[in-house]
């Protein structure tokens, strides 16, 4: 056992697997492992030994090693860890998120673009092609979200490339669908928000047993109506999608939110300093800052 800062106990829970654990200045854990070149494993978590969790499915590295930074670390008092190998092909990597129906777990693919798998399901968020073997491997969609129509956000040939062809349900706002081709129309429904009329305002839409919740996006450079955030609700946790927005009355009006992407860039979503403002406002239990790449390809940080 090893006791580190703040009363805080960590515990391999004899898995030799665990090279070693490093409590960081802010609280977060750093857990590296060890396991076979190329293997996949899902690193597990437990405040105590009789409750284990899902903290996120990964693959070893070519040296046979892998890290994660569990920033969860800095809600326990004490936290187990342990490696357990998984088997088989098409293995999804990503962090937990667990639900009331088992976990979400969650893809990063690049800037605003995201794959998310839950209860068999496949959810993209923004998938564009600038760079398609980011998406080598990776399920076919059955739920796709699209914020707006910037390049860096929808794009056609993405998703005809990524969706499943036997059933997929895209959610956009109206100009995205005016650009689709007839085929992607036909597997989309329109989702409407800052209208001027409140009633005019798209409800709430479960499909699949994921509930759909458009909120309005909008900044200097995005007009009211034109972009969409969305709140997913997955066996009982809810998930905020921000798309390109500013600092708005409505995100900050959010409630009971379990994990946020948050865009952060200049000119065209949020400040470092407004995304900050949002966050302590709707106090999301997760936040994944994203979208940080700056006009000037610089990153806010």
Not at 107 to 135: E, K, Q
Request: glycine share 8%; with cysteine; aromatic share 8%.
């Amino acid at each position: 056992m090893i006791l580190l800062g703040l009363a805080v106990a960590l515990w391999a829970a004899g898995d030799p697997d665990i090279a070693s654990f490093q409590r960081q200045a802010n609280g977060e854990t750093l857990v590296r492992v060890a396991r076979p070149a190329g293997q996949y494993f899902r690193l597990e978590g437990a405040d105590d030994l009789g409750q284990w969790r899902g903290i996120a499915t990964m693959q070893a590295a070519a040296d046979g090693t892998a890290e994660y930074l569990d920033g969860s670390a800095t809600q326990a008092r004490r936290k187990f860890y342990r490696a357990v190998p998984l088997a088989g092909t098409g293995i999804f990597t990503g962090d937990h998120l667990a639900t009331a129906n088992g976990d979400v777990v969650i893809h990063p693919v690049n800037h605003a673009s995201f794959v998310m798998t839950w209860n068999g399901l496949t959810i993209y968020s923004d998938p564009v092609d600038t760079t398609p073997s980011r998406y080598t491997g990776l399920p076919r969609a059955d739920v796709i979200l699209v914020t707006h129509n910037h390049g860096d956000h929808f794009s056609s040939s993405a998703i005809n490339a990524l969706r499943n062809t036997t059933a997929c349900r895209i959610f956009a706002p109206q100009p995205v669908y005016n650009s689709m081709s007839t085929t992607l129309k036909a597997l989309t429904a329109i989702v409407k928000t800052g209208q001027t009329d409140p009633l005019q305002n798209t409800p709430a839409q479960t499909h699949l047993g994921i509930t759909v919740e458009g909120v309005p996006a909008y900044n200097a450079n995005h007009t009211l109506g034109s972009c969409n955030a969305y709140v997913l609700t997955m066996g009982g946790k809810r998930i905020f999608i921000s798309g390109d927005t500013g600092n708005t009355a409505e995100m900050r009006a959010l409630t009971n939110i379990d994990a946020a992407f948050v865009c952060m860039n200049i000119p065209f979503t949020m400040s470092i300093a407004d995304a900050v403002t949002a966050v302590r406002a709707f106090k999301p239990k997760v936040v994944y800052p994203y979208h940080f790449r700056n006009q000037d390809n610089s990153l806010a940080d």
